[in-house]
């Protein structure tokens, strides 16, 4: 029988956990508002089902004063009223971003971006998201 123990990334490769977790300190730096950091971060993890980032981020958005009502709405945030235009964007491209696909215009979206960010915005917003896929593929790779 093979041993399916969870594998303690933190403790076996302890130099790439730290360097992984200051990457964050870093682009919290370039100033995106709070609330847009935790919608990316938990629709990402929507998506990528990984549970025990949902429920963290989540907490993490509660405690920084996000609403219930558009926690709970951010699932289908296409269809509901709640969000800007510009976290409309941020979102569109947390979904691209996180399920990559040969037909998504990643032009267009840039477009809709460059209309609410800066370009050094639209790079911390996309190694936020390249960050949080990270973290929940590692976390998931332990279920």
Do not use: K
């Not at 490769?13 to 971060?41: C, K, N, S, T």
């Not at 990402?44 to 907490?59: D, F, K």
């Amino acid at each position: 029988m093979q041993d399916t123990a969870a594998i303690p990334y933190r403790d076996i490769i302890p130099a790439v956990y730290r360097a992984l977790e200051q990457v964050h300190g870093r682009i919290d730096e370039l100033g995106l508002p709070r609330a847009l950091h935790h919608l990316v971060q938990l629709r990402a993890s929507q998506i990528n089902a990984c549970a025990y980032c949902v429920e963290m981020h989540t907490r993490e958005a509660r405690a920084d004063g996000e609403t219930n009502e558009r926690l709970d709405r951010l699932v289908v945030w296409q269809h509901a009223d709640v969000f800007t235009a510009a976290e409309r964007a941020a979102l569109a491209w947390t979904e691209a971003l996180t399920s990559l696909s040969s037909t998504t215009d990643y032009g267009r979206l840039r477009r809709t971006l460059r209309e609410h960010f800066s370009d050094e915005q639209i790079g911390a917003l996309t190694a936020e998201i390249a960050m949080i896929n990270l973290w929940n593929r590692i976390n998931v790779s332990n279920h």
